[in-house]
């Protein structure tokens, strides 16, 4: 027959670690997350950017596949401007998410840092910045959950 007092020692100790361990596995999860694309970003994304200063108005396509920060996770076009390139994950935040743009074919301005944040589930604000030069925008989702 188990000791009495050895079962409830054990019990005892299941009920304090128990709950740390639930709390560490979650702060791993979320840190996991930070560093990864969200869902709701994923797919196509379609709209207009304006530049103030020269003041310009262009088009633009992004594709966001996911991944991790510091990965290639998507591409960008500008159709009205013959160019684009790659997405690199830079940050995520809890509303928007960070990515260094690398122009690889066309002459628009290269390594721009974008900002996309969520404005509802199916569109988001633009932002684009390369020095002094930056540019706004909104884009919605045309492809994708």
């Known amino acids: 027959m188990p ?4 079962i409830v020692k054990t019990t005892v100790l299941c009920l304090f670690i128990a709950p ?3 709390s560490f596995n979650t702060n791993i999860a979320r840190a996991q997350t930070r560093n990864t694309v969200p ?4 797919g196509v994304w379609r ?3 304006v530049q103030k200063n ?3 108005e262009w088009s633009i396509l992004i594709a966001i596949t996911g991944g991790n920060v510091n990965s290639i996770v998507g591409t960008v076009a500008y159709p009205s401007l013959n160019c684009g390139g790659e997405l690199r994950l830079r940050r995520v935040s809890t509303n928007s ?12 301005i290269n390594n721009g840092i974008m900002t996309l944040k969520a404005s509802s589930t199916r569109a988001l604000e633009y932002g684009w910045q390369q020095g ?4 706004i925008g909104k884009v919605q989702k045309i492809s994708g959950k």
Do not use: F, H, M, R
């Open 47 to 49: 709209g207009n950017g």
């Open 20 to 22: 740390t361990a639930l």
């Open 39 to 42: 869902q709701s970003y994923s």
């Open 132 to 135: 002094a030069t930056t540019a």
């Open 54 to 56: 020269p003041s310009s």
């Open 3 to 6: 000791n009495l007092s050895n």
């Open 97 to 108: 998410i960070e990515l260094s743009e690398s122009i690889t074919y066309g002459a628009c």
